[in-house]
């Protein structure tokens, strides 16, 4: 038994934070004529997220008493293969194109050949692991074991956008959050995409403004 219990927490401790994967799957496409006959290109964010990570929580949570550890991740990019720098803008760009606001809206690593372009920085995609062996240190794996929790995940994302053109004229800026936490065990929610599902929050605030404001610009000579 006690050699069942290592084995359960090394595997934990391997896929507890890093169990996540990055798939986005955007809003259906909507065939109508295009809020505006601009063209988009939506460029890979800017990076300013921090790059400290803290992972000793899973360790502080199996001292006897303590109810839970904390785990920090501020850029889980490595983890969950992925550069989401470009995969968030991908998204981006796709739920714009499929929302047919401008007459095409495309990703681009390029700021170049469009009449306006959505600029935005990453300020935030943290990935926070609070694990628990519910303050019984090893013992408490049993507690996983009968189906009970090993921690709760929470997914926080923060982008900065901006709509501008080619001479750097902005004709929109807004700062959008969204967050998204789900419980994980040893059998359930490992799999489960929180990122997907703050930035689908986020795509659908974008894509309301955008085919609000995208309307009235007219680009400045």
């Not at 800026?173 to 490992?190: E, F, H, R």
């Amino acid at each position: 038994m006690k050699k069942l219990l290592f084995i359960v927490c090394i595997i934990n401790l391997c896929t507890g934070c890093t169990a996540q994967s990055w798939k986005y799957t955007s809003e259906p496409k909507v065939y109508k004529n295009a809020d505006t006959q601009y063209t988009l290109v939506v460029p890979p964010l800017r990076d300013e997220r921090s790059n400290e990570n803290s992972m000793s929580g899973y360790f502080i949570s199996m001292i006897p008493l303590v109810p839970y550890g904390t785990s920090t991740i501020n850029v889980p990019d490595r983890a969950m293969n992925a550069k989401l720098t470009e995969e968030f803008s991908k998204a981006m760009a796709e739920e714009i194109e499929n929302a047919t606001i401008f007459k095409s809206s495309e990703f681009q690593f390029n700021k170049t050949g469009a009449d306006l372009y959505l600029v935005g920085n990453l300020k935030s995609s943290q990935q926070i692991w609070n694990s628990t062996f519910y303050g019984l240190s090893l013992p408490g794996d049993l507690l996983w074991l009968l189906g009970l929790p090993n921690g709760k995940y929470h997914f926080g994302i923060e982008l900065e956008y901006k709509l501008m053109d080619s001479k750097n004229n902005t004709y929109f800026t807004k700062t959008y959050t969204a967050k998204n936490s789900n419980l994980t065990g040893i059998y359930y929610g490992m799999g489960d995409n929180g990122f997907e599902k703050a930035m689908k929050n986020i795509s659908k605030e974008v894509v309301w403004d955008l085919r609000n404001i995208a309307p009235t610009v007219k680009l400045k000579k």
